[in-house]
């Protein structure tokens, strides 16, 4: 079977179109996949590093606030004081930690849960 050159022509604009439908389709499901990640980071990656950061600090200004309690505890006001900001540095280190627990995946959350129980820690009454 011999092609005209019409024939020809109109075959290779019909391959080509169907590669453009193809690299389309493929560009579509890429484009939605890289969502579907921008949405991970956003509700995951971001509010955990925040948090890790916001607990590193308050670990700093617990040891500080300690430091300070040890040295000034002759003192009963900046004693109070300081010791004061110590239970409130503690209190957001343990805000922040649960806030991490909850950015976690599920099967996390399962393992969480069972370490509470195991240990007496959250255990419900």
């Given amino acids: 079977m011999i092609l005209s050159l019409k024939h020809k022509l109109v075959a290779g604009f019909g391959v080509n179109c169907l590669l453009t439908v193809v690299s389309s389709l493929f560009i579509m499901v890429q484009v939605q996949h ?11 990656r971001i509010p955990s ?7 590193s600090r308050y670990i700093s200004d617990a040891g500080f606030t300690f430091r ?12 109070a004081k300081y010791e004061g900001a110590r239970q409130t540095a503690w209190k957001n280190l343990f805000a922040q930690m649960e806030i991490l ?3 976690g995946p599920p099967e ?8 509470r129980c195991a240990c007496g820690y959250g255990r419900r009454q």
């Fill in 68 to 79: 300070n309690y040890l040295l000034y505890h002759s003192d009963p006001a900046m004693a």
């Fill in 108 to 115: 996390d959350q399962e393992l969480q849960n069972t370490n």
């Fill in 101 to 103: 627990k909850q950015l």
């Fill in 34 to 44: 890289m969502r579907t990640v921008e949405t991970q980071i956003n509700a995951v």
């Fill in 49 to 55: 590093a925040l948090a890790a950061v916001r607990m």
